[in-house]
């Protein structure tokens, strides 16, 4: 049984806790935060869970197996590091580092400890994602024509990022995983509404090659939540409403049709609409799937499908569209290291 | 009672017809159209209804006072500016020109004509558009922080003009006439999904001065219809959602709060949810409205509220964003010509 | 060519000249109403339409074959008796008649004439419920449980009838049509709450053998508009949104499973939940659809599929449910006739 | 501080204890259930908290003082019984007891034990039933015309009892609370859909004096789950959706307007439609307010607003409902007796 310690018990960290306790392949041997009221709460909710301020004492214990890093990103670098130091395995929330820099440097200093690197890209691990990859990969919706997502509520500014870093994070793993593709550039826009703070609205595109476009709203500051993709396809496309507490993806036989038109030597463009589908999801809370998959993938010794070269094309884009949006929109490109698998 | 002629009678025609021809202020001459089928449709509905394929009957005849435009853009030039040359005023269809130069052009000689030139921005004449104006107007929302729109669907692809001058043209003239100020700059991104066609779906975005930021999301190829908007103020803000069959604008009680935090010199963000409200919308169709303040005008020698300065600025954006939009999202900036006004 | 005169120029009734206008099977004649305001109204849409507000001058033209009666439904018996004796067609809006011995009068009389009896119970062309009768008939949904409907929005309130004349008759035909059982008995309860009229608001609940049931909610009074259908199936179920632009129809792999559990002499439930499935819905108005299958039964000299039968069915009912309703719900059996069929 | 003893931890159990462990007012002594697997769960959670498989040891010690009862229903009244014979005080999940009978027992064996005796009609505590208590007490929307709740889903079919004590339970609560007004009789109908099983669908209709009516829909086998209650008022016109994340409750200032029409002595009737309107809802968890809410009321010695008599209440209108559904839709006559305060 997989023995971790959680690093940071804030806004995420409960959950994480709450998982990793739920999950036989794994226990919760104690829990640091830097913060004595947080502990607190720990304790009354799980009296056997060791607690502490000293991150040391955490790395020193030879029963702590994994390092669960949920801590403000400018940190992951040195406590991961750390971590692999001492022998752990790491498993560290989105974004996975503050710059493209430290997470390269994270993987290397994974494979030289031997141990594994673990991102928590949560929205991989969902039913709905799992469903719509499966959709994609299967070649039911044919080829990809674009992926529009929009990720807005009110709250949660964060301090330390904007908001590419906080919500698009996940629009950018899950393209990552649904998609398969590597975008060529990253074109972005966005405004801080608050004197001195990072922007809290942005617009990303991602270019791919071919014709296959990207495209990212995400929003701190917006009266509802939305939480909307449409995904076209040359055969079929899709609407996934994550806050739908059913039928969260729905699959449109809908799209256009091509015949030659000779007179005008072009394409003539028709219309199909055909029924709508919204296979069962499964509900299973994801996190609770991905804890099981990092302990398994922990005493297999391989790497869960969201390692370290997840985190960082990840990270890279993130980076290029922060600078594209202090370009005003010009196209950053993307030059990806090729992933050493 | 003014006397009209309606050219081109394809998709909007008929709805121009049928506004024109039911309001007293005015009635509908003729109807000019190439296609002789189309205008067998006109003398089965309205038999009294004079029906032509030759445009210079149409200015030929003393009887008619002002010409309705409705025929592809690139023809919008010749046939405004020859019917100023026979002393009609003209109602244009949007977007008002192919380019900023002939709307330029046609102004100059609308004005030596000393007729009037209308452009037809229905949105302007919601009865949705005219209470978010007054809710701008009144400083109910407070500073205006940003303005989204997903405007979105599956047909209707255009052949002469990519999607930006179809579709975005609806939003460029709201955020005009709603927020009263001219963006200095635009980003747009974009693509094509059949070849040898222009773009079908585009993302825009218009940049201010201060930190106002407006949006669009506009596509031909979505597998459902959307017609969303969030306008975020500084006191309150605003979702428009155009298919709700009631309730279509909700002003939302919602924001963030800023606190001075000594510690770290930094705005400390608290956030507030109130109450939301939905103001009945009048519900009278917009083109009917929009028809009877023509007519109006017409007799008062006045200019329309969206006359030929607020169809240039439109065509001037439109122009720029697809500059930029062939520029991956490089940023063009707008100087905008002052208005004569 | 089926020439037609409309008798009533109200609600309804411009809806019935526009289709009877629109199709090549029929042409409208005359359009009679006893207000001239309403004529007026006609000839300048119709200007080729005869208007008068003389019944007796539509039922001696000898060039008009059948009458469509959009009239308060008091004066449904005499003015469809009236075109009998004249030789003339008739289509009847619904509900046919104030009454069942009205309605099997007008069968009998049909009969001698030797002419067609047709009610509008539109809803029964609709794509809609066409489309939930093939799934109910072809065996997708299993044995049907139960049928539950919310028809109420604000408005309309009728002067010479009750809510259940009015709204449940459009129910009692769709339940008479797509479940092909006749209930046997029939509880209603309701209020009026403006002094003097008649109940704006009913609950009625239809029985049959076996243990399916029917119930609908219809009134006059609600802040919102409903158009809500469930249909629970041994094997699927449906929910009907008659409001949904598209998908108005979907298709729930849902249910219950049974197995016996011997502790207890009694079946054990378990839950089943699959995929959702939307099918495509034929947008055709439905009284255009109507108004052809008319004409084609009066050149055929077939009945319609809601012919005076189906009229009189649904009649018989709305009677009991009233007698039901002033006696607070008390069940009123249904003896009804069999059909002469 | 109130220490509890929790009895029964099946379905709603563990929410039960969650919050009286939450709160700082009480504090959970013991759980208590037969089944020992479930006592497990309990501990791997709350190690600190006692468990046993016997009633008797709970109510014999004296650091308890209250008993949380949440059996099936038609062991309500023994245990209570027994714990008021044990001079604890009682909370019992809706409904009270298995009829009015012993209802009216356990009231009079709270009052000679001088305990306090709570029934939880959860409901009554939430943020959206206190608005709308206040907006109907306080006049906003004038008369009330009736209360009509659709209240379905799938799933959790129970054994000793029909779905009327189950579901319907939970709107006559509410009616009971927020109308403020008594009925004087009820009518109901539904069906049972598996063999040897109670009905699992049922429509109940309460009528009241005036021309009030109440109507709630109750169904376990629908394919989509709906809390959607409509409240129509003289003035005003409220829409409850309980699942919709926020904007709960919905005020319409819509409704007719009635006036004089000489010439036939009856009112005419016109509509008004005016600006909706959602008031924030407090969104603490009812249950924590009402464990709180129980625990001051045993400190000050003073009933709960849903004591005894609210649950008698509740429990004689649900006899006489499934008296009513027995004898198809017939009015059974409720003669309550007066409150003893």
Chains 1, 2, 3, 4 share one sequence.
Not at 107 to 132: M, P, S
Not at 140 to 166: C, K, M, T
Not at 255 to 276: C, E, F, N, P, Q
Request: charged share 25%.
């Amino acid at each position: 049984m997989l023995s971790v310690a959680v690093i940071g018990y804030g806004y995420w960290g409960p959950n994480l806790v709450r998982n990793f306790a739920s999950i036989k392949e794994a226990r919760v041997a104690a829990v640091c935060d830097q913060r004595p009221e947080r502990l607190e709460s720990v304790r009354s909710l799980y009296p056997a869970v060791k607690t502490t301020t000293e991150y040391a004492e955490v790395l020193d214990d030879a029963g702590i197996d994994a390092i669960v890093i949920a801590t403000p990103v400018s940190s992951h670098y040195a406590l991961a590091s750390a971590a692999f130091k001492a022998g752990k395995h790491v498993w560290l929330e989105k974004p996975m580092t503050a710059g493209a820099e430290e997470a390269v440097r994270l993987i290397a200093e994974a494979r030289q400890a031997r141990r594994l690197l673990h991102v928590d890209h949560t929205f991989i691990y969902t039913g709905a994602v799992r469903k719509i990859r499966e959709l994609v990969a299967g070649g039911e919706i044919g080829d990809v024509y674009y992926y529009d997502s929009a990720r807005v509520n009110l709250g949660l500014f964060q301090h330390d990022v904007n908001v590419i870093w906080d919500l698009a994070v996940h629009d950018l793993s899950i393209v990552d995983h649904v998609l398969g593709a590597r975008p060529i550039g990253v074109s972005a826009t966005g405004v801080a509404h608050v004197n001195g703070n990072h922007a809290n609205i942005a617009y990303l595109t991602l270019f791919f090659k071919n014709s296959l476009i990207a495209h990212f709203h995400v929003n701190w500051l917006a009266p509802v939540k939305l939480r909307q993709t449409l995904i076209g396809g040359s055969k079929k496309m899709i609407v996934w409403d994550d806050l739908e507490p059913s039928e969260k993806v729905k699959v449109y036989d809908k799209g256009i049709t091509l015949s030659d038109d000779d007179s005008v030597h072009k394409a003539r463009i028709g219309y199909r609409s055909g029924d709508m589908w919204a296979p069962r999801i499964d509900a299973t809370e994801a996190l609770r799937d991905e804890a099981q998959h990092f302990a398994a993938c922990v005493a297999a010794g391989k790497p869960t499908i969201t390692d370290g070269y997840a985190g960082l094309r990840v990270v890279e884009i993130a980076e290029a569209a922060t600078r594209s949006l202090d370009a005003n929109g010009q196209m950053v490109r993307l030059e990806l290291q090729k992933d050493a698998e």
